[in-house]
């Protein structure tokens, strides 16, 4: 079993940061890739980022490419989702993800991910 708990997110306002956390725990030799997914209200669940367990390969939605930057703390299981100049259609509900897979051209696949977090609520007011 893989756990995956998502922290972090907020209210803050346009043009201002957040930094989201993803603790990974249990079966954590079963994750190779770890990603960023957002999803809002009638809208399907859209990737945000995605890194893989060493951090040697990352991948960026072009809506989110210089603004955002994941991470992983060497030391822990936890990676980051780092978000500056936020805008207020960044405002969605973000999980983290994990994929017993390698790197692929398929990471932004949601279908790719079998482990999920609960979500974290980011609202950005303009």
């Known amino acids: 079993q893989v756990d995956m708990v998502e922290s972090g997110g907020g209210l803050v306002q346009a043009g201002g940061s957040l930094r989201l956390s993803c603790a990974v725990s249990?079966?954590?030799?079963?994750?190779?890739?770890v990603a960023w997914f957002r999803q809002v209200p009638g809208k399907e669940r859209e990737f945000v980022a995605a890194?893989?367990?060493?951090?040697?390969?990352?991948g960026y939605a072009d809506s989110v490419k210089g603004r955002f930057t994941i991470a992983r703390d060497n030391a822990k299981t936890t990676f980051y989702l780092q978000m500056n100049s936020l805008k207020p259609e960044d405002t969605a509900v973000y999980y983290c993800?994990?994929?017993?897979?390698?790197?692929?051209?398929?990471?932004?696949?949601?279908?790719?991910?079998?482990?999920w977090g609960q979500g974290t609520q980011v609202t950005v007011s303009s």
């Open positions: 993800a994990g994929d017993p897979r390698g790197w692929s051209s398929y990471y932004r696949n949601r279908g790719r991910y079998p482990y």
């Open positions: 890194i893989t367990w060493n951090g040697d390969n990352t």
């Open positions: 249990g079966r954590t030799l079963a994750v190779a890739t």
